[in-house]
């Protein structure tokens, strides 16, 4: 059963797109409003996803930035994560004001991170493209894939857990280490259908 309701979905992603807008536009970060539902101001992962406007997934992206981990707020983590999305992802530029009409907002609401344990070699059995994302860790090195990441690129399990080790920096075959840590968690995504047009939740399949 879904965690996010609909209509919460949708003010996470009109309020990540007004904190990017806002501080894109003025250097001004918002609050969150005060008709914030009460369930919102629970600690809460979250990452937000910044996305040109009609670009196939895997050129798409403009800056993707969040919180693994419950450490704030729900509705204060969206707005620090859309900001720094919008500015601070070291792959891209900041987001200039004349982008703003050409980016669609996703907001990904994270479970906690679990470890999967046993055998390295028994791990893609234990995650299922579709549902799961992948944060790997190692050492001083960690990096995360969302949920929707091996979707968009057509990766089986053995390719997304690859490809998360080289987001961390890592060789891509370190998640046969047993000193390597792989955590799973699922997400609830919801996204723009077009710059401040009606919100959806996002199926993975």
Known sequence: MPRIRDEW???LVRLARRAVEEYVRNGRTIEPPKETPPELWEKMGVFVT???????PQTALRGCIGFPLPVYPLVEA??????YAATDDP?????REDELDDIVVEVSVLTPPEPIEGPPKERPMKIKVGRDGL???KGFYSGLLLPQVPIEWGWDEEEFLAQTCWKAGL?????LDPDT?????TAEIFEEEKPWGPV???PLI
């Open 135 to 137: 944060l790997i860790e």
């Open 200 to 202: 959806r939740r996002k």
């Open 171 to 175: 060789p891509p075959d370190c998640w």
């Open 181 to 185: 840590k792989v955590y799973r968690f």
């Open 91 to 95: 792959r891209f530029p900041p987001v």
């Open 78 to 83: 969206t707005i620090k994560a859309a900001i």
């Open 9 to 11: 979905g949708k003010l």
């Open 50 to 56: 910044l996305n040109r406007r009609n670009s196939p």
